[in-house]
């Protein structure tokens, strides 16, 4: 499990960095020492010095010998005495000293006060291109400076194919320049609703705006953006926000030219917000010279929430909804119950109501059944509302993934969806990720590149081809796919996920479980997390700690889910608990994993039940659902 470890602590004469950290984030601070070494940095740390030891005087000269003190903070480093004394050391040095902070930390007092004239690096903010270009500029590396973009566009632009004469435009969030620090809502929300109503116009091709929201603020470079989404065309703008009153700013420059298209800027309340989100998608438009027709006018001045108070409710709603957590999505179901009392039944409200119900379920958070049933419900309000309403076909498509033997009714809402949406995102990742559960890859795989057309950035649709080619029962190539996801984002917890499953369905346990252990640090409480637990105790033939780890409760939640039950099938697998292992397989098939070629023939990991008399009846059953289904 030594593949992952950083290289030996430096010991030569040539200047180096020494680097303070807790060593209860090793998982998360060795591979960011990695990253120094591979550029040529030369890296001091205490690779082989407990915590509990002394302040000795190895430590003492090898922070006097350092021309830059590199501190890691997190929780645990902040509350490390070790920590603190060293940073004291080098504060007594005067040495130049960097605080990269891996995750958001309230800072003592008195730690704030020794690092308050040092240089900080906001890790946790920072996409991986403008992380590195700090860490040059304080380092004072070109090597680091010059790897991420180029990484980043080679992969990227690699997935668009020519032929498409739509113009191509990114809308980017808003940019806050208002002293009120509760503005991002607004931000995002006009650039979202912009984003959908441009969808509507056929000769556009609009950036998700999902994609939209990974631009790092910070690099907005027009020629990178031009080649990293094939775009010709940039809608930007600022809000400044006091009290109820707003300036709102908006631009088109055309990304070749630099040539400004079109510019307005609006003084007025937000009680103006719907007029301003119709002025400028109607001002692109119009900039643009696009002719449309006279429904794709009225939907260019829609009201998907009619009063100004429930729009600010659901925009908040929303914002909590992406931070993946319990109590964000309790915060989202209340905010949304305030939108609710005041306009009533709306499609919106009701559809991002049911998707928070079902995240309960996706993500483990609380599998309770009765988070089911109320999704159900706002299925049936959205009906109500409107008999072939896409969101009420795309809600239920994603509720029947929850429930036993309904995936052929979950692939037939989800076309419906698409149907009247091609170019959805969220359609289009679910229904590719389906036709990989059932054992229609080449299909899946369609639908991905027109999905990463649309946003080729943001981590679940860059994680789809890896997906897919696990469930092809072809690691090898999962595996190179994934490698990639991972080297632009070591801490994403689906890449570490995923590539930890590639890495061991091909028989790489070592660097598997390196990678297993590094998303317990990064997301502890996600259902994903705790199984991965268990793929490393069984990965090491350690059949305690691998049962100890499979908890009623974690049990319970992957009931409802066709890949966790995969998941812990391999699990069983490898500890030759075939009859648990078997288990989880009918579990997995009467959730929708109808793919007979990996189960019965490509995945190496279950290999041993393939003797098993259960299972072979589990395959000839499965055998001909799979044939008999219709893509």
């Known amino acids: 499990m030594n593949d992952l470890k950083p290289g030996p602590a430096y010991s030569g004469q040539e200047p180096y960095v020494f680097v303070s950290y807790s060593h209860s984030d090793k998982t998360n601070v060795y591979p960011e020492i990695r990253r120094l070494q591979d550029h040529g940095i030369n890296v001091w740390y205490d690779e082989g010095i407990d915590a509990g030891d002394e302040w000795t005087e190895t430590l003492a000269q090898a922070i006097c010998g350092s021309f830059n003190f590199v501190y890691f903070i997190t929780p645990n480093s902040v509350q490390s005495e070790y920590c603190r004394r060293e940073l004291s050391y080098a504060n007594h040095l005067n040495l130049a000293v960097t605080a990269i902070h891996l995750t958001q930390t309230q800072l003592p007092g008195g730690l704030q006060l020794s690092l308050g004239n040092r240089q900080g690096i906001i890790r946790y903010q920072l996409s991986e291109a403008e992380y590195q270009k700090k860490l040059a500029h304080v380092l004072q590396f070109d090597s680091l400076e010059k790897a991420p973009e180029a990484t980043i566009s080679e992969q990227v632009v690699s997935d668009f194919e020519p032929g498409d004469i739509r113009k191509g435009i990114l809308v980017l969030p808003f940019v806050s320049r208002s002293s009120e620090e509760d503005t991002m809502h607004i931000c995002e929300g006009i650039a979202d609703e912009v984003i959908t109503v441009l969808s509507s116009v056929d000769s556009l091709r609009v950036i998700s705006g999902s994609a939209a929201r990974q631009i790092d603020p910070a690099n907005r470079d027009p020629e990178f953006l031009r080649k990293l989404l094939d775009v010709e065309y940039l809608l930007e703008g600022s809000v400044q926000k006091s009290g109820k009153r ?57 009201r998907p929430v009619p009063d100004v108070q429930a729009y600010e409710y659901f925009l908040r709603a929303r914002q909590s909804i992406q931070n993946w957590t319990k109590d964000a999505l309790i915060r989202a179901l209340e905010y949304l119950d305030y939108g609710e009392k005041i306009i009533g039944e709306n499609a919106y409200i009701i559809s991002a109501r049911g998707y928070i119900f079902w995240q309960f379920h996706n993500l483990g958070l609380d599998p309770d059944p009765e988070h089911l049933a109320e999704a159900h419900v706002c299925i049936d309000r959205l009906r109500k509302l409107d008999p072939e309403s896409p969101d009420a076909h795309r809600l239920a498509g994603l509720v029947s993934l929850m429930e036993q033997d309904d995936i052929v009714e979950s692939i037939k809402h989800l076309r419906a969806a698409l149907r009247a949406n091609q170019n959805d995102p969220d359609t289009l990742m679910w229904l590719s990720l389906i036709y990989g559960l059932v054992g229609r890859v080449p299909s899946g795989r369609v639908l991905t590149e027109r999905l990463l057309k649309l946003d080729p950035i943001s981590p679940l649709h860059q994680a789809l081809p890896g997906t897919l080619s696990l469930m092809d029962g072809d690691p090898e190539r999962a595996r190179k796919e994934l490698a990639k996801c991972y080297a632009l984002d070591s801490s994403n917890a689906v890449y570490l996920l995923l590539y930890g499953q590639a890495l061991a369905m091909c028989k790489r346990f070592d660097e598997a479980a390196d990678i297993f252990e590094r998303l317990q640090s990064v997301a502890p409480d996600l259902i994903y997390t705790k199984i991965a637990r268990i793929y490393v105790a069984c990965m090491q033939g350690d ?28 699990c069983y697998a490898l500890i030759d608990e075939t009859d648990e292992a078997v288990e989880w397989i009918d579990t997995a098939i009467r959730r929708g994993f109808w793919n007979y070629p990996l189960f019965a023939e490509r995945d190496t990991l279950l290999s041993s039940l393939r003797q098993n008399d259960r299972y072979k009846t589990l395959m000839l059953e499965l055998k001909d659902k799979w044939r008999n289904l219709e893509i």
Not at 545 to 569: I, P
Request: with cysteine; net charge negative.
């Open 246 to 302: 707003l300036r709102i700013t908006a631009q088109l420059p055309n990304l070749t030219s630099n040539e400004v298209y079109w510019a307005k800027k609006w003084d007025g309340s937000i009680e103006d917000i719907f007029d301003i989100q119709d002025s400028i998608a109607l001002g692109v438009v119009d900039a643009l010279e696009i002719g449309i027709s006279r429904s794709q006018s009225a939907k260019l001045v829609g």
């Open 543 to 570: 059949r305690e700690t691998a049962k100890a780890a499979a908890t009623e409760e974690l049990r319970a939640a992957c009931q409802y889910h066709a890949q966790a039950s995969w998941y812990m099938a391999q």
